[in-house]
Structures are given as C-alpha cells and as structure tokens.
RNA sequence: UCCAGCGUAGCUCAGUGGUAGAGCGGUCGGCUGUUAACCGAUUGGUCGUAGGUUCGAAUCCUACCGCUGGAGCCA
C-alpha cells in the first residue's frame, strides 16, 4: 500500500487527517490545529490536536524538556498551535501513531471561559454557540459530511451531463403563491420611503428573495435539455419545526422530453447515489452518528441501498390507508392532503422503506403541473423518507400553452407577469418534469441529525438570525 | 400560528412553601505512557424577566421573554 502524500508548501503543512494515514514513521513534520484537551504526565504532557480535517485528533507529546514547556503546561483546550516533531510508534493503545514535539508554537491562546468541554454537551446548547460548535465532534462530523455531500450533488448531476444553473435569488415573481415571502427592498426606501434619492422600488416592481428556481429553471432546460440549480431558498413562513429553516440549500434538476416516469427515476437514483457515496466517502464520521446520534443509521442506508424504492399513486396510498387498522388523528380520504402521521406510517410501518407517490389529485397542487388524461390529477410526486417525510417534491411541467392559461386563470393569476414563462409554450415547447429535493433534508437523512438547525452552520429560522 | 413541556453554577441536572445542592468543568496540590485518566482540596448562583399570594417563594398564581417537542405548511 503506498503512502498517502498531500502536496505541501511552508504555509500548508500535512492535515492530521493525512498524517495519521501514514504508514512508516516520519521525521520533521509539522502539523497546527486546535487544541481539544491535554493531559500531564510526571515528564512531559499529551496534547489531542485537531484541525477539521479528520474525527480523529493527532496526540502530541510534548517532553518537559521543551524550552516553551512551561508555555505548554499553560495550553487550555481551545487554544490554536503549530507543532514540529517526529511522527513515531505510539507507546499506548488508542492510536497507532503519536507526534514527539521537538517544537511547540503556541499562536492563540485560550482562556477557562472557553465554553467546549471534552465532555458530552447537548445539540441546543452548542446552537447557542454556533461559531464554536464546528470544533465539536459531532459538528465537525456534519459539516465535513455537508461538504461531501454538496460535491456529489455537482458530481451525480456532471456525470450525467447536467448543466448547472444559478437562477437568480432575487425575484419578481411570487411564484406558485405558494408560501410567504421575503421582501427585498433598499435600506434608505425602508427608514424612509418619502426619500427622494432613493425610488421606492429599487427594481421598479416588488421584489423577493426566491422560494424556488424552478420557473427560471424551466426555461434554461429549454435549451439545455437537461440542467439543475443548487442554491439557496428563501422561506418566510412562520413555522418552527426540527424541518423547517428560512434559509435552505435545495436541488432542483429539470429536464426537457422526460415525462413523470423519467422524473421519478431520477430522484430515485439520486437519492441512493448520495447515500451510497455518503457511506463511501464519510464512513468515520457516519460511525460518530450512529453511535451518538441513530443507532439504526447504518442499518436504514445499507437498508435504501438495497431495496428498490416503492411507488405507488395517490389513490393506492389513500387505499392502503383506509385499510390500515391505524388509528389516525387525522381523516383519510381522497382530495386531502396527507398528513405527517400518514406518510410516517407508509414509510415507516406499511413499507419501512423510501416511496414515492404520484398522480395527486389537481386540487391541491400548483398551476404548473401537467394535467393526467383522467382530468382528476395531476403528474405530480412525492418522494418520502422514513424519519424525515417528504424529501423531493416534483412533476411533469404543463407544456401544453392552453391548458397551462386555463390552470393560471383558475389561480387567479396574472398572466402578464408570466408571459415569458408562457412563451416557453409558445416557442418549440416539449414536454418537460423536475423536482426539489431539500439539501438539508437530504443531510439529515444521511447522518440521523434529528433538527435541520444542527446540518446547517448559521441557521435562520422564525426569531434566530444570529451570527 | 396552535398544543404541550422546560428555563436553578460555565455544562448536565436534583431541589415542589422554611439556611442554594450534586456530578462534570475551572483552579491548587498529589500520582501517573495518559485516552471522557485517577486521588484530595477548592472555586463557582440576581433560581429567565416583571408583578402578585404568603410571616416566608427556586417552589404557588398571572403576564411576558426564550428554548424544546409535536401539529399545520412545505423542501
């Protein structure tokens, strides 16, 4: 087996993530991290030093000999140093190498107000602590696996020869009216909308921030023939819940000449692609979660990646509910929405596995799904996933230019404002089916993470814009 | 927004009408190739805020604030 080298220059020395792959001992190298705790022994200290790179912290030995010993013997978890040494043998159990310090550069110390223990703290008290809490295992441990995460997106999408859109987050549209929204206006216009300086609109119209790409997306598949945004989506519902965040990342692929079938497909492949190189590439940190966070983690992912994913329409799901010996708070029955309770109890109990649901019912969907042949439904679908709920919500497009104005003039909507979305219609129309899939959601499905405000590094949620 | 629960030391919690507590952390000392080390000592509080009841309130009541869980809506 070869060694694992990392390119390194003077101002980028090896990650201890990198160091403790090593496979024979190294003389002179340097590592710098934070320090998680230290332990004095009669002739010399241990350091436990972490840099982000890996779970795993790097233990140091720093000899009583040092000069800067008594620097050392000052250290208090949270402060930051650069330490040049010998990577030798470990004497103890634990760990299969540890650093002899032959020089400890302490660059920012710490002081007993450093709030991180080694010691087990709770999610909603590191919340508090938003900008301390990536130090944290557990922490460190979700936001290396968000950034894994973010990448197999990009990967899955370029691999099939997706282009990647960035529709814009400010808008003009208030899209399906669906959903409150944020409005985007100029300070000077906001204090002072007698100000003469400042129009009163600074794009002329009432802006927002985006609850969705997709109409934007939609236009770019029509000449891309298959593309995907990934960005942020703006949310200002007041609702507080361990799914619901104001500010969240969602994928939202859309595809020219795919129909319903195509689009579930997709979805479906997406979701066991990100689980697959989720367990492939994050397998330390998954362990952390299935420890501390899930004990059935492992078991649910090895679970999605072996079994095919049930589908089932609208109507089947409303049978197989009716059929159930469940007592529900709510009432089952065709034309309503399903509850939490409902679909907790088709994934978890019924088929304790992903499913997908199509075929809705045309009322309570947006204007822009494609209308069925039954004139009952529309080619709309849910992807649902135990623990989470709805994890991708999709359709095949309306593409059909009258059909579509008849669906907007029942919402009541003004077609001017959406004329260029109609002339998508208008000019070489095809059939065409997307679908979000909410990034957040999707992490909390991979790591167990209970609260979408611990998968995201500064969350923003009704009352909680801090840091 | 609705329902329920919780706010006591830096952290996790006990205390449910009568002197404010424990473990962990921090500090000091001891011991030790240690691993969430160990042993001893010590430090640490406007009991969320404001009113009220009472001889007396962390404890009972009211309002507000914050947090958590669930629901609705959704991703």
Redesign the pocket.
Same mark, same amino acid.
């Given at each position: 087996m070869s060694e694992v080298e990392e390119p390194r220059t003077m101002t980028m020395p090896a990650t201890i993530k990198n160091v403790l792959q090593r496979t024979r001992p190294v003389a002179d190298l340097q590592v710098q991290g934070w320090v998680r705790?230290r /332990?004095? =022994?009669?002739?010399?200290s241990?350091i436990e030093l972490n840099d982000g790179s890996s779970l795993k912290n790097l233990?140091v030995?720093a000899k009583s000999t040092l000069p800067e010993y008594s620097e050392v013997l000052r250290l @208090?978890?949270g402060a930051s140093i650069r330490v040049h040494g010998d990577l030798v043998a470990? *004497?103890?159990?634990?760990?299969a190498w $540890?650093l #002899?310090a032959d020089r400890i550069e302490v660059i920012g110390q710490s002081d007993? =107000?450093y709030?991180l223990?080694?010691?087990?703290?709770?999610p $909603?008290?590191l /919340?508090e602590i938003a900008h301390l809490r990536p130090r944290s295992n557990l922490f460190g441990a979700v936001f290396r696996v968000r950034s894994k995460l973010a990448f197999a997106i990009h990967r899955f999408f370029q691999e099939r020869g997706f282009v990647y859109v960035h529709t814009p987050v400010i808008t003009g549209s208030d899209c399906e009216g669906?959903?409150e929204l944020f409005r985007v206006s100029t300070t000077t216009s906001a204090k002072n909308p007698q100000n003469d300086d400042a129009p009163a609109e600074f794009f002329g119209r009432p802006t927002f921030l985006s609850v =969705?790409g997709q109409l934007e997306a939609e236009a770019f598949a029509c000449a891309f023939s298959k593309v995907y945004t990934f960005g942020p989506?703006f /949310?200002a519902?007041?609702?507080?819940?361990?799914?619901?965040?104001?500010e969240?990342w @969602?994928i939202e692929p859309e595809m020219a000449f795919c129909d319903l079938a195509c689009n579930m497909d997709l979805a479906e492949e997406l979701v066991k692609y990100l689980v697959r190189r989720t367990r492939e590439e994050c397998a330390e940190d998954l362990e952390l979660f299935a420890r501390f966070v899930d004990k059935e983690l492992l078991t649910r992912l090895d679970f999605v990646l072996a079994r095919p994913f049930h589908r089932i329409t609208y109507s089947e799901a409303i049978e197989l509910l009716s059929a159930s010996a469940e007592n529900f708070s709510?009432p089952v029955k065709y034309g309503l929405?399903l *509850? =939490? $309770?409902h679909?907790?109890w088709l994934t978890e109990k019924h088929f304790k596995s992903p499913v997908t649901i199509f075929n809705y019912p045309r009322e309570?969907k947006p204007f822009y799904m494609r209308a069925n042949d039954d004139g009952k439904t529309v080619a709309a679908m849910?992807l649902l996933v135990p623990g989470i709920?709805?994890? #991708?919500?999709g359709s095949q497009r309306e593409e059909r230019l009258e059909v579509l104005r008849q669906n907007m003039r029942q919402h009541q909507m003004n077609e001017a404002e959406y004329k260029w979305y109609l002339d998508l219609r208008r000019y070489g129309t095809v059939p065409h089916s997307g679908f979000?899939?909410?990034f957040? /959601?999707m992490l909390m499905f991979v790591t167990g993470v209970?609260?979408?405000?611990d998968v995201i590094p500064f969350a923003r949620?009704?009352?909680?814009a801090e840091f």
């Open positions: 705790t /332990r004095d =022994s009669k002739d010399f241990f233990q030995i @208090m978890t470990s *004497q103890g159990k634990g760990q $540890e #002899v007993d =107000s709030p223990q080694k010691k087990g703290h709770t $909603e008290f /919340r669906a959903g =969705s989506t /949310r519902e007041n609702s507080n819940t361990s799914r619901h965040a104001s969240f @969602m709510f929405n *509850q =939490s $309770e679909e907790r309570i849910d709920g709805e994890i #991708v919500g979000g899939l909410g957040e /959601r209970p609260n979408i405000r949620t009704p009352g909680n």
